[in-house]
């Protein structure tokens, strides 16, 4: 069964720091390219930051600079370290993978100002 787990989301003030996880499974983890979503309520859901499978990464205008994304293939992970967090931040953030194409449930981020 292919499963997308997130972990880490939380409350934290401005300028404070998370890093959320997402443990894969059911997928042949070193092959896939992998990337983090969010979406705010009211809005749709958008890219963050992607990882290739050569760890090669790509990151939104909105948070280039504050986050890293990153890959652990023996424990079929992928991380997103969230520095300098702003309120805008604020969403329920989620884990994609492509082969298959799957998501997971998703973590809450809130960023106090």
């Known amino acids: 069964q292919v499963q997308l787990v997130e972990s880490g989301g939380g409350s934290v003030q401005a300028g404070g720091s998370l890093r959320l996880s997402c443990a894969a499974s059911?997928?042949?983890?070193?092959?896939?390219?992998m990337a983090w979503y969010r979406q705010a309520p009211g809005t749709q859901r958008e890219l963050v930051a992607t990882i290739n499978s050569a760890s090669r990464t790509n990151y939104a205008d909105a948070v280039k600079g504050r986050f890293t994304i990153s890959r652990d293939n023996l424990k079929k992970t992928v991380y997103l370290q969230m520095n300098n967090l702003k309120p805008e931040d604020t969403a329920v953030y989620y884990c994609?993978?492509?082969?298959?194409?799957?998501w997971g449930r998703g973590t809450q981020v809130t960023v106090a100002s």
């Open positions: 059911g997928i042949i983890f070193r092959i896939n390219d």
């Open positions: 994609n993978s492509q082969i298959p194409e799957t």
